[in-house]
């Protein structure tokens, strides 16, 4: 008897190694590298999106943080950063503890693609233009009207900006969410 609840126990343990092993191997890599983008470009963008303390600001992509870490820290605006990639989590978290953010900002471990965002007032991207194309029509669907869109670098294909700026080289955007 002993011996058999003992592989009973082995056969559990070994079956939630495999399926942790077969989660790790079917968690989506990241579509984009990390390229952190300059603190001058940031705080334009921010600024270009009207960020206030009312706004709550996304980072999709959120690499190292420094979007809503900026965006707690100069607008007094809360944040939610989401990323793919664990090590990037890791730190923004550290860059949150260093600067003293963390009551004002969070960061999620997870695909973009798959977050609830309903609650941004304000969503900041760095992705590729096809990635902002697949992301597009989640954003009509789960933000809400005159919600603000800023990315840096690369556009929405046919849907046309509200503003565009040149800063340091690059371009940036502003997009709105339309009426129902």
């Known amino acids: 008897m002993q011996r058999r609840q003992f592989l009973s126990t082995a056969g559990l343990v070994g079956t939630a190694g495999l399926l942790g092993t ?4 079917a968690q989506r890599t990241p579509d984009v590298i990390f390229v952190p983008t300059d603190f001058q470009i940031v705080t334009q963008m921010l600024k270009l999106a009207e960020v206030t303390s009312k706004d709550v600001v996304y980072d999709l992509g959120c690499g190292d943080g ?14 939610v950063g989401i990323d793919i990639d664990p ?7 550290e860059l949150a503890k260093r600067t003293g953010s963390e009551q004002r900002v969070r960061f999620i471990e997870g695909d973009l693609f798959e977050a609830d965002i309903s ?15 697949k992301l597009r ?40 969410i339309p009426p129902a």
Do not use: C
């Open 22 to 25: 077969v989660r790790a191997l």
């Open 66 to 79: 420094r979007f809503v870490v900026t965006a707690a820290q100069q607008f007094g605006a809360r944040g």
């Open 87 to 93: 090590q990037r989590i890791k730190e923004a978290r």
């Open 119 to 133: 609650e941004a007032t304000v969503v900041t991207l760095f992705l590729l233009t096809r990635l902002n194309l």
């Open 137 to 176: 029509p989640k954003l009509m669907k789960e933000l809400k009207p005159g919600t603000r869109i800023v990315s840096h670098a690369f556009d929405m294909g046919d849907w046309k900006p509200e503003k565009t700026e040149y800063v340091v080289s690059t371009t940036i955007y502003l997009w709105r």
